[in-house]
Nanobody
Framework: QVQLVESGGGLVQPGGSLRLSCAAS????????MHWYRQAPGKEREWVAF????????NYADSVKGRFTISRDNAKNTVFLQMNSLKSEDTAVYYC?????????WGQGTQVTVSS
């Protein structure tokens, strides 16, 4: 079955960095575009970043452009989100999403807290 497992979240000070990972299994990862989303307390889930199946095409929400970088390693079935210059407003649960096999699949999320 399809599984997405996020990791790498934690507590970081403003201006710091974190690297999130999403390990995928149960589908052909190298054929699948991938996304990162986030959901802050009391807010709706919002899209953060996209990467195409080959890794050569990316797109970002305006709120993270220039600070976050999405990448993937198709040999390891993993997508990453490098987050730099973190702000308090980046505090959220971060999820990866895989549209594959005619459905949308989500991981369980990883908590990122930006606070001094």
């Amino acid at each position: 079955q399809v599984q997405l497992v996020e990791s790498g979240g934690g507590l970081v000070q403003p201006g710091g960095s974190l690297r999130l990972s999403c390990a995928a299994s149960g589908f052909i990862f190298s054929n699948t575009n991938m996304h990162w989303y986030r959901q802050a307390p009391g807010k709706e889930r919002e899209w953060v970043a996209f990467i195409n199946n080959g890794g050569g095409g990316t797109n970002y929400a305006d709120s993270v452009k220039g600070r976050f970088t999405i990448s993937r390693d198709n040999a390891k079935n993993t997508v990453f989100l490098q987050m730099n210059s973190l702000k308090s407003e980046d505090t959220a649960v971060y999820y990866c999403r895989a549209p594959t096999r005619g459905r949308e699949y989500w991981g369980q999320g990883t908590q990122v807290t930006v606070s001094s």
